[in-house]
């Protein structure tokens, strides 16, 4: 969408995804000339880390969507975690410490330098249970 078809200098917005061409016409009595303008959109699909998630155990299966034309990369904002593999999008998570919330961030990037990204943040709500010793009584 243009802000103003009247103005070579304006702003454009709503771009598609890929290439968008633009033609500009000048007219000056019975004389007219064109050129075109090219703005490529080279944004990724938008990441989608998936829900944040309170959990009962030290460990998370990672289910974001899956990159297309690009290449994703899962790191730890905040909390503890370790990432089974850091470029799939499904990957495993472990090491998530009792009562501290991790946020991890879903990065999808591509050749041209763009990316989008989404957090997810997982809670081990896990509960810590020590009756004590074995007793034998008579």
């Known amino acids: 969408v243009l802000a ?29 000339k064109s050129d075109n303008i090219a703005i490529t959109n080279a944004l990724p699909i938008q990441a989608v880390a998936g829900p944040d998630a309170d959990i009962c155990q030290d460990f998370f299966y990672l289910a974001s969507n899956e990159p297309v034309n690009a290449v994703g990369l899962w790191s730890v904002n ?37 990316f989008t990204e989404d957090n997810l943040l997982i809670t081990n709500n896990s509960a810590q249970t020590k009756a004590g010793l074995d007793t034998r009584v008579c």
């Open 4 to 32: 103003s078809s009247a103005d070579r200098i304006t702003k454009v917005t709503g771009l598609g995804l890929g290439t968008n061409v633009f033609k500009w016409t000048v007219s000056h009595g019975n004389c007219v």
């Open 78 to 114: 905040s909390g503890n975690a370790s990432i089974a593999d850091p470029t799939k999008f499904n990957t495993k998570v472990t090491n998530l410490v009792q009562g501290t919330p991790t946020r991890l961030t879903w990065r999808i990037s591509n050749a041209a330098g763009c």
